[in-house]
């Protein structure tokens, strides 16, 4: 094959966001060979190739023929569901590459079995990259938000193709090398994180509005269209604005109320809240947002749990809640404990993410993770270009909780905070996320907590000793004797 007839990169997987990443890469001018099993996915990507402005890309029917269409050193990306696929699909390609060919897993993997697929690269001489990509069908299509971890010489190799490809922002593409091993992976697991957290949040605000202040779907599709040009401004309170103004195809009033309420995932929030654990980093409001997309899964035993406590005499006291309520208050109230409780959920992300960084000396730049997040992805927001601001002002900074800015928003934002979740509590709406943001910033700002009693009812059951305030060193009592010898 002539050289000038190879293809610079090539893409394998060609579901929806696969068929848009290609198309992306193709219309920046980087000539692209596709590849799929499905050899119709292949077909549909060269037409559409043709349709939206006659691209340049090759399709490729055989693991050899596209491995060979690409010019060296080769860099393949494939985008196919995490786990076996992948392992499969890389054996199907690496027995036609060379030294120095790369692979590209832009799936959302488990980040170590990007390092054993390092490691095992690297024995056949290959380069391996695992790149989180975030945007959706859309971004991909358009702009994603990329973070590629693993070999700095593979990124280098692309690094051009993916300056274009990414989301453009003023301060320059959305796209970074994140860091050796699987980094890449654990950034992009991290964000979706922040992002169960995000969109629980901002649900229970829509429930606040709309159960305790009797607000409509109009009146919300307008509120968060407000929102969305002031502090909150971000691609979710935008989705959520556009989302209450859609009417129902099949009858009267809004689409919204009639999407039934069980809520999907993947894993990704599962693994966030798995890795803060084994870290013993505090993410209470990504831990309170995974456990409300378990308990959603529970419909038939919440509409059983509904009747029985019911039938014991508890009232749903939602109407008389709403009764009385200045409604303008309440939605400025809850737009700064959206706020302020955001602010938490980030921190707590940001927190995780340097423990590992530090345990996988990863040496992750916090505030460039927050400039590479503020287009093109999912949790992409304004105030992300302040959370940069905060890190650049301060690498080594514990929490963006006590930022200076951050904290003097915070101590604005408590009142209102506040009383949303009073609120929400007297009516008997739960509002899980607000409630754990506001506990981790009570605990956080706290000097003195009541672990000392934890730290004594653990020497008196099982001997773990405990440390004084006022003296170094470790000590044991005997408490249950000294108790009833001075209780005699």
């Known amino acids: 094959m002539e ?244 009417k129902d195809e099949f009858g009267d009033g809004e689409l919204v109320d009639k999407i039934l309420d069980k809520t999907g995932m993947k894993g990704t929030g599962k693994w966030t809240v798995q890795q803060a654990a084994e870290l013993s980093v505090a993410a209470p409001t990504i831990a309170a947002s995974l456990d409300c997309r378990y308990l959603s899964g529970l419909k038939d035993e919440r509409e059983n749990a509904a009747k ?44 995780l993410l340097r423990a590992k960084s530090l345990e996988k000396s990863w040496n992750l730049n916090f505030g460039e993770l927050a400039r590479i997040w503020k287009g093109g992805c999912i949790i992409r927001a304004v105030f992300l270009d302040r959370i940069k601001k905060a890190y650049q002002r301060n690498p080594d900074l514990a929490s963006l909780v006590v930022d200076p800015e951050f904290a003097k928003e915070m101590v604005q934002r408590q009142g209102a905070w506040r009383r949303v979740v009073g609120l929400a509590v007297s009516a008997g709406i739960s509002t899980p996320g607000m409630c754990a943001s506001l506990a981790y910033f009570d605990t956080y700002r706290r000097a003195r907590l009541p672990a000392n009693l934890v730290q004594a009812q653990r020497d008196l059951f099982g001997a773990h000793t405990y440390q004084r305030t006022d003296r170094p060193g470790a000590y044991h009592t005997e408490w249950t004797k000294l108790a009833r010898k001075n209780s005699s």
């Open 308 to 351: 029985a406590l019911k039938e014991a005499g508890l009232r749903e006291d939602l109407g008389s809640a709403s009764s009385g309520i200045d409604k303008k208050r309440l939605v400025d109230d809850v737009r700064q404990a959206l706020y302020a409780s955001k602010i938490c959920s980030y921190a707590q992300g940001m927190n």
């Open 3 to 246: 050289s000038a007839a190879l293809s610079r990169i090539g893409l394998a997987g060609l579901a929806v966001m696969g068929q848009n990443l290609a198309l992306n890469i193709a219309e920046k001018g980087f000539p692209i060979s596709v590849y799929n099993r499905t050899t119709s996915k292949v077909d549909e990507t060269v037409d559409r190739a043709a349709v939206e402005g006659n691209l340049p890309v090759s399709g490729q029917y055989s693991p050899r023929d596209f491995v060979l269409s690409i010019q060296r050193p080769r860099s393949l990306i494939i985008l196919v569901k995490a786990g076996a696929p992948v392992d499969q699909t890389i054996d199907a390609f690496s027995e036609y590459m060379e030294p120095g060919d790369c692979i590209i897993d832009g799936g959302n993997e488990w980040y170590q079995n990007t390092e054993r697929r390092i490691s095992e690269a690297e024995q056949k001489g290959l380069l391996y990259l695992g790149m989180g990509v975030s945007g959706g069908e859309e971004g991909a299509r358009n702009g994603p938000s990329l973070m590629p971890g693993g070999s700095f010489q593979a990124y280098d190799n692309i690094k051009d193709i993916l300056g274009k490809v990414a989301a453009q922002i003023e301060d320059g593409p959305c796209v970074t090398y994140i860091g050796e091993g699987g980094s890449g992976n654990f950034v992009k697991m991290v964000h979706n994180g922040i992002e169960y957290g995000d969109m629980q949040l901002i649900s229970e605000a829509y429930d606040v509005l709309k159960n305790v202040g009797g607000l409509s779907n109009e009146e919300l599709a307008e509120i968060f269209t407000e929102w969305n040009r002031g502090e909150l401004e971000s691609f979710l309170v935008e989705i959520t604005s556009d989302i209450f103004r859609v």
